[in-house]
């Protein structure tokens, strides 16, 4: 009896966390939204990555961003958002993964594949051979 207690607790609990981090996704989402409506938009597919530490930002949530369009076509951010709500973006051609305080695109080293935020956010990446613009939109 008490071990289906146990279980069942954790399921509600398993169950709460996963409709939280949901919840939280979708509220940035939207917020996305009314900050830059020419680029994020409420059919867009946005990705929770995971969390990095900066020295100057504190905890950056890291989110990616996949908007369709006509044709097939895609277009894809990176979207930080920083404790002190400040929220940064740049264009990019794949989705990354987080690996400590580093973010690792799927390109060869040589052409660029990383963002280190350990001292603050680049006003500038090399990503897959092109210098990408990291905007603050607040």
Known sequence: MQSRIRFF???????LCLFSCATQTESRKHELIALEPDFFHAEDDFVYLGDIESLSCGKLKIYFNENIFSNNRAAYRLVLFGEDNSVWQCKVGDKPRIDGNVIVFPYEQEFGNTISINESIPSEVWLDGEIVKVIKIR
């Open 9 to 15: 607790l954790f399921i509600t609990c398993a169950i």
